[in-house]
């Protein structure tokens, strides 16, 4: 049995520089827990043991293999000598537990997730292991058996250097303005944030929030944004109980204990109330953990929190979500708004979603307006708000705010 540091010293070593690739499995018997409830601990460690034989099976002389936690097992496989082979590797392992193991000559069906990743992706043998364990959860996640972390988007840019902006507060709010359609009145903001790069210029939120929920730094990016956001918007909110300053938060935040507290606090340290704050959960959140974010949810709305769902209609979610908790805002994705003007049934199912947010008592909203035309139609079909580069578009906060207090 390796220890953390001789694990992080054979990753290491798994792909010397200007040598062959090395990389790194993490496998997770998903189910080794309920095991034990239904047959005890002593059939678990019968368990355990016929599957590491089996996965000792299945891999080469060379490569090592350790339990690192409870359900989880890295196996470093040096010397690859395509990067494809990682794939390969981690398919073998997935496929060799499709058929049961023998424990105490009883069937035993094992459900594995294997996460991979390139050691090459990765700049430090910690790092190499969250990656692989981001990509074991994504697995399990889009209920694949195996998944191969994709590392950094277009590899522009590094989780270390996005934790370094984290921690550094060099990450930026920028504002969107968000209109009533049937007036024109100003109706709140929308904070999306920016990462300001020295060589890659703007880095947008669809190349690092996908970065940060798979490295584990999420949690810091939400914190960072409740408060830049509530910092910048705190003196704008003060007095206009109509207008409201929404937030996207990522489910992976919403679900971790502790949210509410976090958001409660953060209300309260900025002087907001809370119905000046909108949280806007996507869709897709909704197929899995849809119990627990339901009830996170009514809590917040309970303390007077909007919530609002956005990129409404793209999420592939069951709609059983929208009867366990009061929604305030159903947010058509943009994909509709877009073809509004060209595709007549886009525009038959836009109509369909601003009368299903009428029938629900909230209200629909449509995102990415980027023409007088679509905002006209929004306005015919009885949508009550609109946001995009049409009306406005995102600025950096404290430009957005002047723009807005000059204008009202
Ligand atoms: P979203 O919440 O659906 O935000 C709308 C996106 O559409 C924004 O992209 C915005 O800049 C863009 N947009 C607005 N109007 C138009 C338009 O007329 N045309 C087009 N083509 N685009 C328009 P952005 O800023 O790149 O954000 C992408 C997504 O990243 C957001 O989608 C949101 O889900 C997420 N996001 C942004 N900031 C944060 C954050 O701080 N935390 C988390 N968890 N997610 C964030
Ligand atoms: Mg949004
Ligand atoms: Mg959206």
Redesign the pocket.
Known sequence: MLNREQLFKAIDQSAPTGGPDGALLVVRVQNLRDYETMFGYDTGEFLVQAFEAKLRDCLRDADIMVRIGECDYAVVLPDLRDRNHVSMAAAKVARAFQDPLQVRSRPAWVNVAVGACLSADAATPAASCRQADAACKLAWRLRERHALHEGAPASLVSYDQLYEAIASNRLQV?L?PIYSLQDGALKGV?????WPHALHGMI???VF?PMAEQAGL?HE??RW?INATFRHCSAWLENQPGLKCA????PL?LTTPGFVEQMTAAVRIWKLRPDNVML?V?ETAFVDNQGQLAHTLSTLHGMGLGISI??FGTGYSSLSYLKQFPVDEL?ID?SFV?ELTVNPRAARLVSSIIDMAHGLDAIAVA????SAETWRLLQEMGCDHG????PG??QPAEEALAMLADAS
């Open positions: 920028f969107q929308e904070s999306l944030s920016r947008g939120p669809d929030v999420i990016i939400t944004n937030i996207n938060i990522s935040a806007e996507t956005d990129d947010k943009m877009r995102e990415g307006i980027e946001q995009g580069f049409y578009r995102p």
